[in-house]
């Protein structure tokens, strides 16, 4: 599995009467990668897929969260719009918010707060649904 079909994946699950935008922009550096938007509002995400957990519990997982990127979330932040940053790892993911979008994440923090699929799901529908 890839970033491209970890977030087709998701987007898979999601509600018809839910506005779904996979963004695509190549004269834009640092957008996120997807926007949802329902009755209860907006989130923004940016998607990142790590191909497989590192061998040792201590080793950094490397997201590859650019500078601008990092500047796109936190505005967002700043304007009042909910972003998220997911962390997807085979079949499961971290869903991380302001504050945590640079923090070291280690194999064994990932294993004791990684969600699946189905959470993220409820995350972007409560988030943009539910509100």
Not at 44 to 67: G, H, M, N, Q
Request: proline share 5%; with cysteine; net charge neutral.
């Amino acid at each position: 599995m890839n970033e491209h079909s970890f977030i087709k994946s998701i987007h898979r699950t999601l509600p018809s009467d839910l506005l779904v935008w996979k963004i695509h922009d190549s004269y834009v550096g640092g957008v996120p990668d997807a926007m949802y938007a329902g009755p209860a509002g907006t989130l923004w995400v940016e998607y990142k897929y790590v191909p497989a957990l590192p061998k040792r519990d201590s080793t950094l997982i490397k997201t590859t969260l650019k500078p601008l990127q990092l500047q796109w979330l936190n505005k967002l932040h700043n304007c009042g719009q909910k972003a998220a940053l997911i962390v997807g790892i085979e079949d499961t993911a971290l869903i991380l918010l302001v504050n945590d979008w640079t923090a070291n994440i280690t194999k064994e923090y990932y294993i004791e707060h990684k969600v699946n699929r189905s959470l993220i799901k409820d995350f972007i529908i409560c988030s943009t649904m539910e509100g």
